[in-house]
């Protein structure tokens, strides 16, 4: 069974910075042969893309956070990272790491004055 763990959520005021990261254990070889990334799910709404990065370096950001986050994946270790900048109330959600179908357990961020 595949496990994703994630780490690096947490409180932060608005216009602040976090990196969220993603350890998946599987070998480097399988790793890289498929898509990883982030979505997030605020309350009372639907979990929804944030930063996807494909196998084949294509990546994908949703509108919304497009010049403020950045996805980054390193296939020798297995992970998968968000570094997100200005951060506005609105990223609030749990972020939950993904590859091949296989989710992590979630991350909360909450960004607060």
């Known amino acids: 069974q595949v496990q994703l763990v994630e780490s690096g959520g947490g409180l932060v005021q608005p216009g602040g910075s976090l990196r969220l990261s993603c350890a998946a254990s599987?070998?480097?070889?399988?790793?890289?042969?498929?898509?990883a990334g982030w979505y997030r799910q605020a309350e009372t709404k639907q979990r929804a893309v944030v930063a996807l990065?494909?196998?084949?370096?294509?990546?994908h950001y949703a509108d919304s956070v497009k010049g403020r986050f950045t996805i980054s994946r390193d296939n020798a270790k297995n992970m998968v990272y968000l570094q997100m900048d200005s951060l506005k109330p609105e990223d609030t959600a749990v972020y939950y790491c993904?590859?091949?179908?296989?989710w992590g357990q979630g991350t909360q961020v909450t960004v607060s004055s």
């Open positions: 990065s494909a196998s084949g370096g294509l990546i």
């Open positions: 993904y590859w091949n179908n296989f």
């Open positions: 599987v070998t480097g070889s399988i790793f890289r042969i498929s898509a």
